[in-house]
């Protein structure tokens, strides 16, 4: 049962830093357009929110490295250079929302502004000549914030979120949906690069900083999730160490030596080579050495099971502290699929009647592996208008790299091939083959009969709510049973009779037809 309208919109003090509710009915699928402004220690970003409501896209994303943090600690103010730099960049963003009615923005400024003695100077010379007002928040604010973000792309996570900036470095603890302890601390590599006493003064600084913190954390045992820029370079250079060839940094994981590994291999390999194979800015390269250091202790010593990135922070958890509880407790997955089907499926709602159809295939499937089979039946038809001789590889392309939360990579690489299958009989002669290694053979067969199985059902849809048939299965006997009324026995046409002899090949059994009395 949906709550009532009045419970449904959050209370004034939930409002900020939007001032205005942005999920009015916890039944929204659709999330009207919102602008963010992240004036961070490093850089100035606008994002652009749009899509689904409980997995929103972005629809617009735009970095200005501006460095308004450099030189801080040593007088105590924004870099000049930086701060003009941040205020061409907001008046650009302020146009540019404008145009994609984005308006009103909503502004927060993070280390750099709140520890400059000329902080509150700049922010009001924002306003004043952009009309946009800035909110500073806290150190602990920002913690809070950024660990709602990975919330938004793992609901009811364990672990410890490691936010990194220019400027500061801030940890919260997540537990079942919840953000508990959260902390602040100078570990930023722009704070780094100020450390007396070269690489000796600057590891003990970094030591100090992460003992003192995890005196306060206490034990954490569960997955790190890493939220930033700096974090995020490190991880594209993981990539490119292990020559790992699916190029989507959100849920890309790394064990602890993982990560020792790749701290030398940033150590010993030419910065400019690189920066240019991983297409990370020369302003981002030269903080990833001193972000690197900072890292290799936090997993010395807080010693987490595994090591998540994380493309969702502070942006997203302002978003993620809106969501009425209901939409809080939704599959981010399910809910962006659901969205991409009703914008683009020709019969949108088709693909939860495919699900039913084709789910007696899957009787012994775990939960994890059902809701990716669910994923795919609702995004089996919104490429159609793909030209056909590429629809199959669009699919796996759409499904591998595509902005969807709450996806381990080999389930998009499961995903994608399943998608795949959906248009296409066989996988091999595609620019993907090296990704379908990363998948168990099982997994592989598993994968082409849920594309065999879309792709059949799909030829059975007169109706958005009903297959005028069923399937039963028998694994055993490998029998393929398929019950069809006697009105739908003409949709089996030769096409259609092709494709269930290719599923039931796919599972290496026989067809069993029968007509429904």
Known sequence: MEDSPDTAIPHDDDLEPFGRPLFKDPSVRHLRRVGVVDVGSNSVRLVVFDGAARSPAYFYNEKIMCALGAGLSETGRLNPEGRQRALAAIRRFQILAQGMEATPLTAVATAAVRDAEDGPDFVAEVERTTGLRVRVVSGEEEARLSAQGVLLGWPGSYGLVCDIGGSSMELAAIKGGDVGLRMTSPLGPLKLKEIKGGRKGRRAFIKDQVAAMAGEMGAQRDRLFLVGGSWRAIARIDMDRQGYPLHVLHEYRMTAKAVRATVDYIRQEDSNALRARCGISSARMDLVPLASEVLAEVVRVFRPRDIAVSSYGIREGMLYQQMPQQLRDRDPLIEACRFAESKDARLPGFGKTLYKFILPLFKSAKPDRLRIIKAACLLHDVTWRAHPDY???????????????????????????????????????????????????????????????????????????????EF?????????????????????????????????????AEVDLKMQR
């Open 472 to 508: 039963r299965w028998f694994p055993k006997k490998k029998v393929l049973e398929l019950r069809l009324s006697e009105a739908a026995w003409p949709l089996l046409g030769e096409v259609a009779l092709a494709r269930l002899k290719s599923l039931a090949s796919s599972l290496g």
């Open 391 to 469: 629809r199959a590889e669009v699919c796996f392309d759409n499904a591998t790299r595509a902005n969807l939360g709450g996806l381990k990579h080999v389930e998009r690489i499961f995903l994608g091939l399943a998608l795949l299958h959906r248009y296409r009989n066989k996988r091999e002669g595609t620019s993907f083959e090296e990704l379908y290694d990363y998948l168990p053979e099982a997994d592989r067969q598993q994968a082409e009969v849920v594309g065999k199985a879309m792709r059949f059902g799909a030829m059975l849809w007169p109706e958005e709510d009903a297959i005028p048939g």
